[in-house]
């Protein structure tokens, strides 16, 4: 069996929160397990507040976790990593802007960091920014850039050219599509796809935009407060899914087919993860649940390699019958 690039085993994050004169925690990652194959780009998908940047932070080395373990091709990271650790998991932020200096050239962001991990000779380091540059779909006269000169879908081609100027084994993609037009996100999706294939990276996709997930990942893992409630290929979760909740996320998902069959909208919040229900999580908001839910957190229920924590897992009745479909896809290139 081949060894796991990336595996995250009963990962717990939390945080002290005072409220008034009371101290609470909250569990913003709640027992995660989940592993990534060489060369496999897995979506995260869930709600806003789910826990998918927590669990993004943690994977990179940003976050330290109360418990539990990030594995590296089978070996164990410390809380604290080596520089050459660190190197091994990049991110690739949401908002190019903040995560650049303003008063450094792209060429000086580049340099400055394959001078500080030692990549190539002082006398090489443009010749080699440059090189990442034009991987990346920029040209070379970038170089002399500031980011203010530079167009949003062309600074998020400049910080993923940061993130492989160290030589990583996995990028970690936090809604690094998110703030850019449709038109962009196609862009930069093929990039990370024409990526995958040229460095063998594998790829961690943190996402709430579902076609953007459908269109570039293997497989899919579906959060919904602090824990993963199914994973699967694409194929699988977007045919046939198993979990209510990832059923209610594909109907809210836009779709250009005006017959497409609509499952009843989720209502109301999120329970807070400060008060998190007792039994299956989602139950306060879910249409099939009974008095089971209520009390016992749901076990795995396989069907192949395909996942569901749900005590209902597939079935489904006349209310959310409609819930599985594909929603628009991002058209990329062949």
Not at 201 to 209: A, E, G, Q, R, T
Not at 253 to 282: D, H, I, K, M, Y
Request: proline letters at 8%; hydrophobic letters at 40%.
């Amino acid at each position: 069996m081949t060894t796991p690039r990336l595996s995250v085993k009963d990962l717990h994050v939390q945080f002290p929160v005072r409220s008034g004169h009371r101290k609470q925690t909250l569990r913003a990652v709640d027992g995660v397990s989940v592993d990534l194959k060489p060369s496999e780009i897995l979506g995260i998908v869930g709600e806003s507040g789910c826990g998918k940047s927590t669990l993004a932070r943690v994977i990179a080395g940003l976050t330290e976790p109360a418990h539990g373990s990030v594995e590296l091709d089978g070996r164990p990271l410390p809380p604290r990593r080596t520089v050459q650790e660190q190197r091994a998991i990049q991110m690739v932020f949401q908002d190019p802007g903040a995560s650049l200096n303003p008063r450094l050239t792209v060429g000086a962001v580049l340099t400055e960091l394959l001078h500080r991990h030692g990549i190539v000779d002082r006398a090489r380091e443009r010749e080699r920014a440059e090189d990442l540059l034009r991987r990346v779909g920029l040209p070379a006269r970038a170089y002399d850039a500031r980011p203010r000169q530079l167009s949003g879908g062309q600074r998020q081609r400049v910080g993923i050219a940061r993130a492989l100027a160290v030589e990583p084994r996995l990028i970690v993609a936090d809604e690094a599509v998110a703030a850019l037009d449709v038109s962009v996100q196609a862009a930069i999706l093929n990039l990370f796809a024409d990526l995958r294939v040229s460095l063998a990276l594998s790829m961690v996709f943190i996402s709430h935009d579902l076609s953007a997930v459908q269109a570039i990942c293997d497989r899919v893992a579906v959060m919904y407060l602090g824990k993963i409630v199914e994973v699967g290929s694409v194929d699988e979760l977007f045919s046939a899914p198993g979990h209510p909740y990832t059923r209610a996320l594909l109907a809210a998902s836009p779709s250009l087919e005006e017959t497409a069959a609509v499952a009843p909208p989720l209502t109301g919040e999120p329970p807070s993860p400060l008060r998190v229900p007792n039994g299956c999580r989602f139950h306060p908001r879910c249409p099939l649940a009974v008095e089971k839910c209520h009390i016992a957190e749901p076990q795995w229920e396989m069907q192949g390699e395909h996942r569901t924590a749900c005590h209902r897992a597939w079935e489904v009745d006349d209310v959310t019958a409609a819930g599985a479909r594909h929603p628009r896809g991002i058209a990329l290139n062949p």
